[in-house]
């Protein structure tokens, strides 16, 4: 299992858990990441924020919560 800032853009992966606070937990999960959701990764470049791409949304994950989000690289 990686966290979400190891993936490389373009591939997917499945959330399989996420470490932190109970105001990063409710933050993510109003916008549908949550365990099980399948995201694909659009961009990764070192030292600037993870974009995601999950159920019609791009969103931005800064490097601090990406390395939070445990996911499995999906097919």
Do not use: C, F
Request: no cysteine; glycine share 6%.
């Amino acid at each position: 299992m990686a966290t979400l800032d190891k993936i490389s853009p373009g591939a997917q992966a499945r959330i399989q858990r996420v470490d932190g606070s109970v105001r990063l937990l409710t933050r993510l999960a109003s916008v549908g990441l949550v365990p099980g959701s399948i995201v694909r990764i659009e961009r990764n470049d070192a030292k600037r924020p993870v974009l995601v791409y999950e159920r019609d949304t791009m969103l931005a994950i800064n490097r601090e919560e990406s390395r939070r989000i445990h996911v499995e690289e999906v097919a």
